[in-house]
């Protein structure tokens, strides 16, 4: 393999022209094909065959929904005012009464709609639920109880919900400028005697992910390029060529849009994440070594100094992106769509990175010719005075200098035990946005469950008719005493009773524990009513398909680990002919995970240190991603590492001294790789979304732990302490 990378490494050098155009036309075909066929990124999180939506499926079944097409799109109106105060107040009234009337002249509202105030929206709700459950004998209390579960006003009437519906253009979409200047209105209104926020399907297309985070990301890493190389030309190849490679991923993703509904709208920001930090770090690690070929011989044709850089330092580049491929791609065997659509859209990055490196890279470095390094420093860009003092410390003290550093990470990851994930919903989105305030608004005036209640689908089909009644409202009476139940109530049936759904409030957000050991009673209780009855229920709605999407997750962490372990010590004692090298790598790989995992649940979760306003459980799927993302990332360093050592040893020094040696010539520009994937995650903290702000600082913490305490302090020691058990020559 080397040989023929040597050979792709001269050729392209020399003929720099032909990939150049290549990848330009890649580029445009595929971005043509995207703005023909892509369509809308999915915002869905779906796992198929999960209980509640086995569930849910018989409930469409039995009650068809009505077609999207057919229906306008609603946006719902949150007003609240303060305590003891109420919505009918003259004052208030007015305000209100004047929000609904710009509401209704509004441009982007649906022509002829009458919204209905909260008060008036109540009593007709009552009346017809009166009048509809009074048929089936039900009393008084329980009809009132009813009324008061799915009313548009608060038990206080100092909060209330308006409904608006909203036109849509040819496209069967609302404009966005009209969309946006309806919230500009009704933000108009808000002021702390008069909270106003709105939520619902209308205002789903007003979130957009800012790009600002990528931009703070490149500027950091040009400047790591520029004092690592001390030229401007030298460093805006690593980034020309990362960028190239997420421009093509970007329009493979919009493309894939078109055959795949699963494509998340997180995968685009996800790849430019991945892209940017291995795209610029497998150029830099080329890039680095090509100069230090030309700095060994400086007479030597420089299309020959890129084919040794190719087949040496592009070897590593080949082995490190499969160990991140094969991370990613694992985890598809778990057959979650949206899953599988993240991990293709990162694994499609890497490979391009991988590819543009090994061809774009030097075929930008044959276009500049000697304008790219015109003359040799004398100080090496692979010298490094702290790397020689660091390694002559770690083969001096290796046990000294190891323990502690193991004891800090295995403390770092303490509080990794209490760790507890949730899925997104409104309630844990970005203070101050107009989700999280509807559902804070929504919650202080409805109670914790009204944001996210439950639904029960009941079957009643093997129950004889004249008892089905009976049979149902008595399985509703036993399902609201129930801990953690507040309130049972049927929504719907059909006219034979066959099918009955009970909407269920509980006492709990959805991301709260107890909403998961409520919806695990009524399950229980679910499964007791089908053994002794013909009557059987099923649990759905939005909390239930997250819990059920979260255990899921949960349930494949360790087998996916087990996975990519078993895979990686495959791959890397394939490469390395040892299995030494591989099993302290993964060992390295666990101590790093663990610290990470541990830090950013004590920050994120936990809050602790006060440096998150807004601590939350992690997402369902951060652990999942994050180990296969640093996991691939952690066996970057380790290849470029060891490889260098195991060249030098291979050339016939002992193994203290390859350690030694390899250590000095890899030092400098690990670190600077590193810090360049730390700046680019790091950047992430500034985004909205609150699953990416928080995957961003787990991969900064993962690469700073792994790349300077595992691989470049507890790694070469343990090299140091087995000697020339390290290396084999087979």
């Given at each position: 393999?080397?040989?023929?990378?040597?050979?792709?490494?001269?050729?392209?050098?020399?003929?720099?022209?032909?990939?150049?155009?290549?990848w330009?036309?890649?580029?445009?075909?595929?971005?043509?094909?995207?703005?023909?066929?892509?369509?809308?990124?999915?915002?869905?999180?779906?796992?198929?065959?999960?209980?509640?939506?086995?569930?849910?499926?018989?409930?469409?079944?039995?009650?068809?929904?009505?077609?999207?097409?057919?229906?306008?799109?609603?946006?719902?109106?949150v007003?609240?005012?303060?305590?003891?105060?109420?919505?009918?107040?003259?004052?208030?009234?007015?305000?209100?009464?004047?929000?609904?009337?710009?509401?209704?002249?509004?441009?982007?509202?649906?022509?002829?709609?009458?919204?209905?105030?909260p008060?008036?929206?109540?009593k007709?709700?009552?009346?017809?639920?009166?009048?509809?459950?009074?048929?089936?004998?039900?009393?008084?209390?329980?009809?009132?109880?009813?009324?008061?579960?799915?009313?548009?006003?608060?038990?206080?009437?100092?909060?209330?919900?308006?409904?608006?519906?909203?036109?849509?253009?040819?496209?069967?979409?609302?404009?966005?400028?009209?969309?946006?200047?309806?919230?500009?209105?009704?933000?108009?209104?808000?002021?702390p005697?008069?909270?106003?926020?709105?939520?619902?399907?209308?205002?789903?297309?007003?979130?957009k992910?800012?790009?600002?985070?990528?931009?703070?990301?490149?500027?950091?890493?040009?400047?790591?390029?520029?004092?690592?190389?001390?030229?401007?030309?030298?460093?805006?190849?690593?980034?020309?060529?990362?960028?190239?490679?997420?421009?093509?991923?970007?329009?493979?993703?919009?493309?894939?849009?078109?055959?795949?509904?699963?494509?998340?709208?997180?995968?685009?920001?996800?790849?430019?994440?991945?892209?940017?930090?291995?795209?610029?770090?497998?150029?830099?690690?080329?890039?680095?070594?090509?100069?230090?070929?030309?700095?060994?011989?400086?007479?030597?044709?420089?299309?020959?100094?890129?084919?040794?850089?190719?087949?040496?330092?592009?070897?590593?580049?080949?082995?490190?992106?499969?160990?991140?491929?094969?991370?990613?791609?694992?985890?598809?065997?778990?057959?979650?769509?949206?899953?599988?659509?993240?991990?293709?859209?990162?694994?499609?990055?890497?490979?391009?990175?991988?590819?543009?490196?090994?061809?774009?890279?030097?075929?930008?470095?044959?276009?500049?010719?000697?304008?790219?390094?015109?003359?040799?420093?004398?100080?090496?860009?692979?010298?490094?005075?702290?790397?020689?003092?660091?390694?002559?410390?770690?083969?001096?003290?290796?046990?000294?200098?190891?323990?502690?550093?193991?004891?800090?990470?295995?403390?770092?990851?303490?509080?990794?035990?209490?760790?507890?994930?949730?899925?997104?919903?409104?309630?844990?989105?970005?203070?101050?946005?107009?989700?999280?305030?509807?559902?804070?608004?929504?919650?202080?005036?409805?109670?914790?469950?009204?944001?996210?209640?439950?639904?029960?689908?009941?079957?009643?089909?093997?129950?004889?008719?004249?008892?089905?009644?009976?049979?149902?409202?008595?399985?509703?009476?036993?399902?609201?005493?129930?801990?953690?139940?507040?309130?049972?109530?049927?929504?719907?049936?059909?006219?034979?009773?066959?099918?009955?759904?009970?909407?269920?409030?509980?006492?709990?957000?959805?991301?709260?524990?107890?909403?998961?050991?409520?919806?695990?009673?009524?399950?229980?209780?679910a499964a007791?009513v089908?053994?002794?009855?013909?009557?059987?229920?099923?649990?759905?709605?939005?909390?239930?398909?997250?819990?059920?999407?979260?255990?899921?997750?949960?349930?494949?962490?360790?087998?996916?680990?087990?996975?990519?372990?078993v895979?990686?010590?495959?791959v890397?004692?394939?490469?390395f002919?040892?299995?030494?090298?591989p099993?302290?790598?993964?060992?390295?790989?666990?101590?790093?995970?663990?610290?990470?995992?541990?830090?950013?649940?004590?920050?994120?979760?936990?809050?602790?240190?006060?440096?998150?306003?807004?601590?939350?459980?992690l997402?369902?799927?951060?652990?999942?991603?994050?180990?296969?993302?640093?996991?691939?990332?952690?066996?970057?360093?380790?290849?470029?590492?060891?490889?260098?050592?195991?060249?030098?040893?291979?050339?016939?020094?002992?193994?203290?001294?390859?350690?030694?040696?390899?250590?000095?010539?890899?030092?400098?520009?690990?670190?600077?790789?590193?810090?360049?994937?730390?700046?680019?995650?790091?950047?992430?903290?500034?985004?909205?979304?609150?699953?990416?702000?928080?995957?961003?600082?787990?991969?900064?913490?993962?690469?700073?732990?792994?790349?300077?305490?595992?691989?470049?302090?507890?790694?070469p020691?343990?090299?140091?302490?087995?000697?020339?058990?390290?290396?084999?020559?087979?």
């Amino acid at each position: 393999m080397s040989g023929l990378l040597f050979s792709l490494g001269q050729a392209v050098y020399r003929r720099w022209w032909i990939p150049l155009l290549t990848w330009v036309l890649v580029f445009a075909g595929a971005a043509a094909l995207a703005a023909a066929y892509s369509t809308p990124l999915s915002r869905e999180f779906s796992i198929p065959d999960l209980p509640s939506l086995t569930t849910r499926a018989l409930m469409d079944e039995r009650f068809p929904p009505v077609p999207q097409g057919e229906m306008l799109p609603v946006g719902k109106v949150v007003v609240q005012v303060p305590e003891g105060e109420t919505l009918s107040d003259p004052d208030n009234y007015a305000m209100l009464q004047e929000l609904i009337s710009k509401l209704e002249e509004h441009p982007a509202a649906a022509p002829d709609q009458d919204i209905k105030d909260p008060m008036e929206a109540h009593k007709e709700l009552r009346e017809r639920i009166y009048r509809e459950e009074s048929e089936f004998d039900f009393p008084t209390s329980v009809i009132e109880g009813d009324v008061r579960a799915v009313s548009p006003l608060n038990a206080t009437q100092d909060t209330g919900i308006l409904e608006v519906q909203f036109r849509v253009d040819e496209g069967g979409r609302v404009p966005l400028e009209e969309l946006n200047s309806a919230a500009k209105l009704i933000n108009d209104f808000n002021n702390p005697d008069f909270q106003v926020s709105y939520f619902g399907q209308a205002f789903t297309g007003m979130d957009k992910l800012s790009m600002g985070a990528e931009l703070l990301g490149l500027l950091v890493a040009l400047l790591v390029l520029m004092l690592t190389f001390g030229s401007l030309v030298a460093a805006g190849m690593p980034i020309v060529s990362a960028l190239s490679g997420i421009a093509i991923s970007m329009a493979g993703i919009l493309l894939s849009t078109h055959f795949s509904d699963a494509v998340n709208f997180l995968a685009p920001t996800f790849a430019v994440m991945i892209g940017l930090a291995v795209g610029i770090d497998y150029s830099l690690f080329i890039l680095a070594r090509f100069r230090n070929e030309i700095e060994k011989n400086p007479d030597r044709p420089r299309a020959e100094s890129m084919g040794i850089a190719i087949s040496t330092a592009g070897h590593s580049v080949c082995f490190a992106g499969l160990t991140v491929i094969i991370a990613l791609v694992s985890l598809t065997i778990f057959h979650i769509p949206f899953l599988t659509a993240l991990a293709h859209a990162a694994a499609g990055t890497v490979t391009l990175a991988v590819l543009l490196a090994l061809t774009l890279l030097p075929a930008l470095a044959g276009l500049t010719g000697k304008r790219l390094f015109p003359r040799p420093r004398k100080k090496s860009l692979q010298s490094s005075s702290f790397a020689r003092w660091w390694v002559k410390m770690l083969k001096l003290h290796p046990a000294v200098i190891l323990v502690p550093t193991v004891i800090f990470l295995v403390l770092c990851a303490a509080p990794a035990k209490d760790l507890q994930v949730a899925m997104p919903t409104d309630s844990s989105a970005p203070l101050g946005s107009h989700t999280r305030t509807s559902a804070d608004l929504i919650e202080s005036g409805f109670g914790p469950g009204r944001n996210y209640p439950l639904a029960a689908v009941v079957d009643a089909a093997q129950v004889s008719e004249g008892d089905r009644k009976k049979v149902i409202f008595k399985a509703a009476q036993e399902m609201s005493k129930i801990e953690g139940v507040s309130h049972v109530q049927p929504i719907r049936a059909t006219d034979s009773l066959d099918t009955v759904e009970l909407l269920i409030t509980t006492d709990y957000t959805a991301t709260d524990k107890g909403a998961a050991q409520t919806v695990a009673r009524l399950r229980e209780h679910a499964a007791g009513v089908e053994a002794s009855t013909s009557l059987s229920y099923g649990i759905t709605g939005m909390t239930p398909v997250f819990i059920d999407l979260s255990n899921r997750l949960t349930d494949a962490l360790l087998p996916y680990i087990a996975l990519v372990l078993v895979l990686a010590i495959i791959v890397l004692a394939a490469v390395f002919r040892t299995l030494w090298v591989p099993i302290i790598a993964t060992a390295g790989f666990v101590l790093s995970i663990g610290a990470t995992f541990g830090v950013t649940v004590a920050l994120f979760q936990q809050g602790k240190f006060g440096l998150v306003d807004d601590p939350q459980p992690l997402v369902s799927f951060l652990p999942i991603i994050l180990i296969g993302l640093v996991f691939g990332l952690a066996m970057d360093y380790h290849v470029f590492l060891v490889s260098r050592m195991r060249e030098a040893w291979l050339n016939g020094k002992s193994a203290s001294d390859a350690i030694n040696s390899g250590f000095q010539h890899s030092a400098r520009v690990v670190s600077a790789a590193a810090l360049i994937m730390i700046a680019v995650f790091a950047s992430f903290l500034v985004h909205d979304a609150v699953f990416i702000k928080t995957l961003g600082f787990a991969l900064a913490t993962a690469v700073f732990f792994d790349a300077f305490l595992v691989r470049m302090t507890i790694i070469p020691a343990i090299l140091f302490m087995l000697g020339e058990r390290s290396f084999s020559r087979k």
